[in-house]
């Protein structure tokens, strides 16, 4: 999945909680957090700002299916609990620049993952069998 320039700079502030309407995130969580996805960072002294760092790793990660991952984990309903704002706000904001890269959040069941607004709902690398909850989950997010 790759987006644009303009969504990785948004998604961005989205994801170290920079947008004000994601969970704030801190710059040793955010080194943590990146360094599951290939990095081998420390948080130290003379560190990026929180969002120029994001910045830097989602652009490094841009065109790889870890942003599909990055973007389905921002918007965790799990999250967002006690802390006054909502997880339908962020899936709203989201949506309003990744709809020009020709992607959406949608929820199915309790969680939101990103479609192809291209038709391409099911990604063919992620399928190992079907089955009949893989069945329901194609059909709640073609409706």
């Keep these: 999945m790759k987006i644009s320039e303009f969504s990785l700079n ?16 801190k710059g040793y969580e955010l080194v943590t957090y ?3 996805y290939g990095f081998n960072n420390t948080y130290e002294a003379g560190f990026p700002s929180r969002w120029k760092y994001t910045e830097d790793c989602l652009r ?4 790889k299916d870890f942003i599909r991952q990055i973007i389905e984990e921002t918007v965790d309903p799990r999250r967002y609990h006690g802390l006054g704002i909502t997880v339908e706000e962020a899936v709203k904001q989201i949506n309003d620049f990744l709809k020009y890269d020709k992607f959406e959040l949608r929820k199915i069941g309790e969680f939101y993952k990103i479609t192809d607004l291209k038709g ?5 690398e992620t399928v190992r069998q079907i089955n009949h909850d893989f069945i329901n989950e194609q059909i709640e997010v073609s409706i």
């Excluded at 948004?10 to 995130?25: E, I, Q, R």
């Design 120 to 124: 391409s709902i099911v990604q063919p």
């Design 34 to 36: 990146f360094n599951k």
């Design 10 to 25: 948004n998604l961005a502030k989205a994801v170290c909680g920079d947008s004000g309407y994601t969970p704030y995130v």
């Design 60 to 63: 490094e990660l841009n065109g």
